[in-house]
Nanobody, 120 residues
Framework: QVQLVESGGGLVQTGGSLRLSCAVT????????MGWFRQAPGKEREFVAI????????MHADAVKGRFTISRDNDKNTQYLQMNSLKPEDTAVYYC?????????????WGQGTQVTVSS
């Protein structure tokens, strides 16, 4: 069974940066499209970014395009989300995901989530 463990969340001021990491165990890392979703208080979970099996292709939500960058290190079985120019509206629980397919909805596996709070 694939297990996903996020780290790197925290409290940051508007305009600051954070890097989230997600370590994957229990499966073959390159079998999965990796992704990030988030859920803000009182809102539904939403897609943030995905990256293909070997990193050749990425997609980012319009709300984060140009500020966030998804990446992966297949030697370390880890994916990352570099978040720059953070805004208060980026405050949310961020979830690492793994999926057999390249899609922006309904990933197969979810992590427990890590809180990101951006203060104004």
């Amino acid at each position: 069974q694939v297990q996903l463990v996020e780290s790197g969340g925290g409290l940051v001021q508007t305009g600051g940066s954070l890097r989230l990491s997600c370590a994957v165990t229990g499966g073959t890392f390159t079998d999965y499209v990796m992704g990030w979703f988030r859920q803000a208080p009182g809102k539904e979970r939403e897609f943030v970014a995905i990256i293909s099996y070997r990193g050749a292709h990425t997609m980012h939500a319009d709300a984060v395009k140009g500020r966030f960058t998804i990446s992966r290190d297949n030697d370390k079985n880890t994916q990352y989300l570099q978040m720059n120019s953070l805004k208060p509206e980026d405050t949310a629980v961020y979830y690492c995901t793994a999926d057999k397919r390249f899609r922006t909805t309904g990933p197969d596996f979810w992590g427990q989530g890590t809180q990101v709070t951006v203060s104004s």
